[in-house]
């Protein structure tokens, strides 16, 4: 098997900010839009899709890496401010296409007959889930660097964890899913994988070692190339003992305790509850205190759909992103998105007027509604996804 590397063949609207590669059988899509900490664009999205149906049935192919080249950044999301701007103008075309091209690609790649290798450091929110959470489907890989931040951020701009997150979520370790779907919190390398969601860990500093051997050894099939990965990263009984070391380990006893309540409300008067207890002092009253903080400050209605959004996703891939699209419909017609992204991303001031005042606020039916197909079923935008 030749060990040169050859560019794919671009096509007519490929984007500059996704650079795309075949090399001694892995496709390499590399993402380049550091100034915007790689968020994705329409175009970007469509780059990668295109790169991985290109690859899909071509033996040459045995295996997919997709990577920044930027140290503060994999993938930070979607284009927010582009969406914002695409609504005040009154384009939902613009939206509906965005929204419908990047779950097109994160059912893709979960569904990929090859193995999918993402290698995530720095930012990885939003978007950035969406396009490396699949690759453990595929026989792949998601691989944490020690700069790793990771999140689902979505509550803090009136928005809920889309791309397919729910369906991750959901399959977390105990309330983990819950607790990270409605407060957005971050997650280091450690707490990626005991959450489930890293496989393994490599350093960044030893990366390019890893790429130059992925780039000069002999592959017979996309196993191997996952092997050669596994024998780089951490040993499998050190990550064990990294993740049990972890921020999100220390703290799961209280997470299980207080997001298993039925809903947002419960969850919020049970951590209520550990702040009043011995008189707010202890480790547990300090955590639940700088939690309902957190809580107080994000969308009301964001975080009882977020939460409904995990509690939905006992299905399929396709029934998540199907759900999600109808749900980006509802999010800013009649959700919080648009003024949280003014208020944290526009203005920068910080002062989102919300729908709802709080939680408590926020009725059954209101978040129902928000669940309401614009389409019918044969339709949907996202209707011949299976699996």
Known sequence: MSHE???????ADADPHVLTRVANGIGYIELERPQALNALTTAM???????LEQWRNDSGVLAVIVRSRHARA??????IRFLYESYRAGDQAALDTFFTDEYRLNHTIFTYPKPYIALLHGVVMGGGMGISQGAHRTGGLRLAGATTRMAMPETRIGLFPDVGMGWFLARTPGAI???LAVTGETLDQASALYAGLADTVLDEAAWPGLLDALESERFASGAEVVASVHRAALAADAARELAERSPLAAVRGWIDRHFSQAD???????????????AGEGAEAGWAARTVSVLRERSPLSMAVSLEVVSRAEGTMADCLRRDLDLTRSSFAMGDVVEGIRARIIDKDNQPRWRFARIEDVRRDDVERMFESPWSVTEHPLRDLAG
């Open 74 to 79: 994999f993938c930070a999301g979607g284009d």
């Open 45 to 51: 999205v469509g780059t990668m899709l295109a790169a």
């Open 5 to 11: 590397a050859t560019a794919s063949s671009p096509s």
């Open 264 to 278: 947002v409300p419960a969850m919020l008067a049970s951590l209520e509850a550990a702040q009043r207890a011995d």
């Open 177 to 179: 899913g819950r607790y």
